[in-house]
RNA sequence: GGUGGGGUUCCCGAGUGGUCAAAGGGAUCAGACUGUAAAUCUGACGGCUCAGCCUUCGGAGGUUCAAAUCCUCCCCCCACCA
């Protein structure tokens, strides 16, 4: 089976260029493929896993991907699917994210003796003369096709309007495409449905500059089944940095997924085989509720590695209750079976506080606003007035409680606020 | 450069001198119901030493007993004209 049926039947694919000819080029060769990756954040997040799973799948079919980091790009700004001119960054701080990007994306892709590549198209960019870049390649675009692209199209209807430098930024990236056709035999760009503009315009551009047949593949935008763009919760983007977004967060956010998302989640985010999947969509209660599980460990392993996963599968049967993992549900999953009981484990977010300073001295909802469970005081009154408060596990009674020796358990106090979030106070 | 219209609490958006911490919607949070889901219902949603007080309505001044609301200057955005 080749990587475009497996892109297509785990539901990557939205559009494809040239069908045939591509199946056929990805058939019989080993073909060099690549992905930009905007490097305005010094973390990816959920957002761009679609893209990372992509390349997952393409180096595990045996052809070589390639992660272009937008150095050069990032300078600019892509208007597509955007209704606001991006912020401009800095070099610096390119620098800085473009190191944890790779930090992250060799989670997913290994970038060893060269079976992927981690480039930055600042490489080529920042060279270009203004002149020879106009009379070489600017002479290939026409004005009238690109002010018909979708991705302008919005942008020249809206009230700021596009500028100059966010106008050129087709140019850019199907130079780039160019460039990794010319020095690494790359022909295929993939991107999101957003990128079908840019990738359709870099495919023109190599044909009529290089001679050459280059193909592009798009996503389709993933969006959870309340129809809102993945990837954002209470705490903010999910992010893939272990010190932005924990790990156990990270398994949180896919247990907490839609019920009508856990099988196409599975196939997007997970390598578990598609005929597993499928008995997933039949399940329902409490059977969804452990395929859930298991999405959100598989990821978690994918994104975090296998210890991780572990302690977030564990902090999480001791927060919520036992977590039941029966052998028959999605064997191919590496997910420990059986039935993982409560323990104490200390994966629980924790602070370290000095008994004297606390004992009989602190009111309880002081303890909820230090330990960023609430952001304000007024916030943690209200969570108390709603009842939404605990210690240990029984509710708090009222605004004016105290903290006390009894509340003391094991030298330990655990916070709750609400129904998921948790901390712990270790007393000194 | 000219003329006109705007900048309100996380977002959208009402509000033209006191009854405004500011309508309504969205997002979010809590409670109930559940399965750590969705839907639904209820409540909350600037801060604090919380039946009271303090700080917010682009910025800086001013008028007034009293301003998000009036005046002056400045900054930014938009439309049309040039």
């Known amino acids: 089976m080749s990587v475009l049926s497996v892109l297509k039947e785990r539901g990557f694919v939205d559009a494809v260029t040239h069908t045939a000819e591509l199946e056929d080029y990805l058939e019989n060769n080993r073909a060099t493929c690549y992905i930009g990756f905007d490097p305005t954040a010094t973390s990816l997040h959920v957002g761009s896993l679609v893209c990372i799973m992509a390349l997952a799948h393409m180096q595990r079919n045996g052809h070589r991907p390639i992660a272009l980091v937008g150095g050069g790009t990032g300078l600019i700004g892509d208007p597509s699917g955007k209704t606001e001119m991006r912020q401009i960054i800095t070099q610096e701080q390119i620098d800085e994210n473009k190191a944890g990007i790779r930090a992250q994306l060799s989670r997913f892709i290994d970038f060893s003796n060269d079976q992927a590549l981690l480039l930055d198209n600042a490489q080529w960019l920042t060279k270009l003369a203004y002149i020879p870049f106009l009379r070489d390649i600017g002479r290939h675009f026409s004005i009238n096709r690109m002010i018909k692209a979708e991705s302008y199209k919005a942008r020249m209807a809206s009230e700021e309007g596009l500028t100059f430098i966010e106008f050129n930024y087709m140019l850019l990236q199907a130079y780039?495409?160019?460039?990794?056709?010319?020095?690494?035999?790359?022909?295929?760009?993939m991107g999101g449905s957003d990128q079908w503009g840019n990738i359709v315009a870099g495919i023109d551009l190599i044909r009529r500059t290089l001679g050459?047949?280059?193909?592009?593949?798009t996503f389709p935008l993933i969006t959870t089944a309340a129809g809102i763009k993945m990837g954002k919760t209470h705490k903010g983007a999910v992010w893939l940095d272990p010190d932005r977004f924990s790990p156990y967060d990270y398994y949180q956010f896919w247990v907490n997924c839609d019920d009508a998302d856990v099988a196409r989640f599975l196939a997007l985010f997970t390598f578990l085989p598609m005929h597993e999947i499928e008995q997933v969509k039949t399940l329902q209660g409490a059977d969804l509720n452990r395929a859930k599980t298991i999405l959100a460990y598989e990821a978690t392993k994918i994104a975090h590695g296998e210890t991780e996963a572990r302690n977030a599968l564990k902090a999480a049967a001791s927060v919520f209750g036992a977590i039941e993992v029966p052998d028959s549900l999605l064997?191919?999953?590496t997910i420990p079976r059986g039935v993982h009981s409560p323990v104490t484990d200390d994966t629980v977010p924790a602070t370290q506080m000095n008994e004297k300073d606390l004992v009989d001295n602190d009111l309880v909802i002081d303890l909820f606003t230090r330990t960023g469970l609430c952001s304000s005081k007024s916030d943690a009154r209200r969570l108390v007035m709603q009842g939404g408060a605990y210690v240990n596990g029984n509710r708090v009674s009222g605004v004016d409680q105290r903290v006390e020796n009894a509340d003391l358990d094991q030298g330990e106090i655990l916070l709750r606020a609400g129904k998921k979030k948790y901390h712990k106070i270790i007393v000194k």
């Open 331 to 333: 064997p191919g999953a």
């Open 176 to 189: 780039d495409f160019m460039k990794l056709a010319q020095n690494y035999d790359c022909l295929l760009q």
């Open 212 to 217: 050459k047949q280059a193909f592009g593949i």
